[in-house]
């Protein structure tokens, strides 16, 4: 199957950028889609963007405009541009990774990555 592993959270004052990066591995030929959600305190998740293997993306009506999903593929690894951060913003980023790999199909989360956005 595949794993994925998240990196680039952190503290940033409104108005800032960060960027997430989530690193995939194992099979990675067999991941047909990847994407960021969202989860805050008291919250469910929520979609933020994704991105197939063919590079089409989506966003949430709160990200567009202000947040990038791209993708290296010799790196296999996504990435999340997210500028003019507001403190609404904040939650944790989680990645999240679907494929099939013969008749098995999969839908893996990575552990997650605290973003926080100051007032």
């Known amino acids: 199957q595949v794993q994925v592993v998240e990196s680039g959270g952190g503290l940033v004052q409104a108005g800032g950028s960060l960027r997430l990066s989530c690193a995939a591995s194992g099979i990675v030929f067999s991941i047909n889609r990847m994407g960021w959600y969202r989860q805050a305190p008291g919250n469910q998740r929520e979609l933020v963007a994704t991105?197939?293997?063919?590079?089409?993306?989506t966003y949430a009506d709160s990200a567009k405009g202000r947040f990038t999903i791209s993708n290296d593929n010799a790196k296999n690894t996504v990435y999340l541009q997210m500028n003019s951060l507001k403190p609404e913003d904040t939650a944790v980023y989680y990645c999240?990774?679907?494929?099939?790999?013969?008749?098995?199909?999969?839908?893996?989360w990575g552990q997650g990555t605290q973003v926080t956005v100051s007032s």
């Open positions: 991105i197939t293997s063919g590079g089409r993306t």
């Open positions: 999240n990774a679907e494929g099939q790999y013969g008749n098995s199909r999969y839908n893996n």
